[in-house]
Every structure is written in structure tokens, then in C-alpha cells.
């Protein structure tokens, strides 16, 4: 039976009722924590949501979306998220209630709410992953789920957050991940030397991106393209000694706190600190600019 075909329980209208204010209330980290949901708004989290909530369903676990709250245009415009919603409880419901539940100014007609999707630090590590992202004391939500897209995009292996890092299921950093948050593992609360001490077990090496770091990353990736043209012995291109690091092993990228960067015991963890070269008069590049550019310079090197 399509969602378009199953009865229908009354719209929802009021703004102030109960179960508005308790989908409201997960905007909220304590509320959160507390009940393990969290709220994925507009067509693409959802879309993506939904995507894995099936996902799972076929893998005999436990479903990812709990409940979906839509305006019937929403539904209409976008018949493909009616059909992928079968087996949630869904909710047709007022513009003014989607705006009362949202965290956003202009909500975008759909919210759903999902159950955590985090998993164990060893689960991730076990795996055998190529290429991690990991953020120490990322503070901002925006950057939280901006660096999360840029690992998601450069098919990193699963993203990393440390204790003290802003919590990925704010609305704000779920909105900037564009449905990323969906498609690889996340771990949250890690202690960052809890896992440098896991990976140098499993011979995952850290870089650490650091402005002032002794390795350039344009030197690391000549030094690796230099490799991969069979270049004699350690040399690089132009004939100088090539960096010690190999882009093409398993990695682990350190990233910092938007601000301060890296804490020194932060970097004292790392195996390297690894510099992005700036040819312009900009003082600095922002964090998921930053990271970006880290994530694919050894996603290329992993995958040539």
C-alpha cells in the first residue's frame, strides 16, 4: 500500500500541542542525549535519511527514522520521499507546525526524526579503514558537518569526533553535512590519545594539519607521485630526498579547533605535521577548506 493510500490521521495544525514541542525540544543537546534522537530537516537529509533507515531495514537491524512530520506540497514535490517512507509513522502537518518543530528560519516542509547512527571507535578501527578524519575541539557545527561532507566526498573510511568537539547531531552541523551524515560511519566522544594509541596498533599512521608543520603537502603528494612513476630509490621528482610519509598508507588526519588549531599534546600525538602550502596573501585557510584539500590529497594517492 503506497503512503498516498493509507488512511490518514488528521493533519496536525497546532503549533503548541505536545508532540510538536517534544520534536522542538531535540534542537536541544540534553534532549537529545537523553532519548538518542535526533531531527534531519528538508528533502535532501531525509531523502538520504530514508535511504538508510531501508538500508538497515534490509539488513535485519533496527530501522533509522522513527517518524516523519510532512506538508502534503512537500509530498507532492517530492513523491519519492512518500514512497520511501513506507513502514514509518508519518504525519501530514501545517506549515506553522513544521516551522514550530524546525531549528531553521524557513523550514523546507519535511522533518524527520532518527534514531543515533554513531558506532564504536574498534568497530571503525577493526574494519581495516584507508582514510579517517578526525576532529579535535571542532567547535562550530557548520565546520563539525562541513568537514564530514568534504571526508564523505573524498571517500574517506568514516569521520572522527574527540569529547570535546561540538556535537554532530546539532541541527545546524546535520544540515551542513547535505546528507552525508547518512552514508559513512561516525564515532563521537572519542579521547584523541585513546586513539592515537589504537592506531599506531593497527599501523594507521597521523597527520596532523598543522600551518606550521615541517612537511609540505605538495611535497608529499610529488613524493607520492614520484612512487607511483617508479622513481628510483626515496627520491622525488626533482631529485631531492622525498618525504618520509607515504600518502598511500593508512591515514588518520588530525584537524583542529577552528581558532587555536591543534593543542600541543594533540600534536605531540601525531606521526607528522603536515602544512598546506598558501601561494596568496591570505593569512590562513578555513578549517573544511583546510581539511578538504588534506582528505583528497591521500584519497588520490590511496586510489592511484
Not at 579535535?136 to 563539525?144: I, K, L, M, S, Y
Not at 566526498?153 to 568537539?165: E, H
Not at 615541517?214 to 627520491?235: H, I, K, M, P, V
Not at 618520509?244 to 591543534?262: I, K, M, R, V
Request: aromatic share 4%; with cysteine.
Amino acid at each position: 500500500m503506497s503512503f498516498s493510500e493509507r488512511p490518514q490521521a488528521a493533519i496536525m495544525s497546532n503549533p503548541r500541542a505536545d508532540r510538536v514541542r517534544d520534536v522542538a525540544r531535540l534542537a536541544g543537546r540534553s534532549a537529545r542525549s537523553r532519548q538518542g534522537l535526533f531531527l534531519a530537516e528538508g528533502p535532501q537529509s531525509v531523502r538520504e535519511a530514508l535511504v538508510a533507515h531501508r538500508e538497515r531495514l534490509s539488513r535485519g537491524e533496527e530501522g533509522l527514522v522513527t517518524e516523519l512530520y510532512a506538508s502534503q506540497a512537500c509530498l507532492d514535490r517530492y513523491p519519492e520521499l512518500a514512497a520511501g517512507a513506507e513502514g514509518v509513522r508519518t504525519r501530514i502537518a501545517t506549515d506553522e507546525v513544521l516551522a514550530a518543530m524546525a531549528d531553521t528560519v524557513n523550514p523546507q516542509g519535511i522533518v524527520a526524526v532518527c534514531r543515533f547512527l554513531d558506532r564504536p571507535l574498534d568497530e571503525v578501527l577493526d574494519a581495516g579503514p584507508r582514510l579517517l578524519a578526525v576532529l579535535c575541539q571542532v567547535r562550530d557545527p557548520g565546520n563539525a558537518g562541513t568537514v564530514l561532507r568534504a571526508a564523505d566526498a573524498a571517500g574517506a573510511d568514516a569521520v572522527i569526533y574527540s569529547g570535546s568537539s561540538v556535537d554532530i547531531y546539532n541541527p545546524k552541523a546535520v544540515r551542513s553535512t547535505a546528507g552525508s551524515l547518512f552514508h559513512l560511519p561516525v564515532v563521537t566522544g572519542v579521547d584523541v590519545a585513546d586513539l592515537a594509541a589504537r592506531c599506531a596498533e593497527r599501523g594507521i599512521g597521523i597527520l596532523a594539519a598543522d600551518g606550521y608543520g615541517s612537511l609540505d603537502l605538495d611535497e608529499l603528494q610529488d613524493a607520492s607521485a614520484a612512487r607511483r612513476l617508479g622513481a628510483s630509490g626515496s627520491a622525488g621528482l626533482d631529485g631531492e630526498q622525498a618525504p618520509s610519509y607515504d600518502l598511500a598508507s593508512p591515514t588518520a588526519w588530525f584537524f583542529g579547533n577552528e581558532a587555536q588549531g591543534l593543542a600541543p599534546e594533540e600534536l605531540a600525538l601525531s606521526d607528522h605535521r603536515v602544512a598546506v602550502p598558501v601561494y596568496g596573501s591570505a593569512e590562513s585557510l578555513n578549517l573544511g577548506t583546510a581539511a578538504t584539500v588534506c582528505l583528497y590529497a591521500s584519497a588520490r594517492a590511496q586510489r592511484r
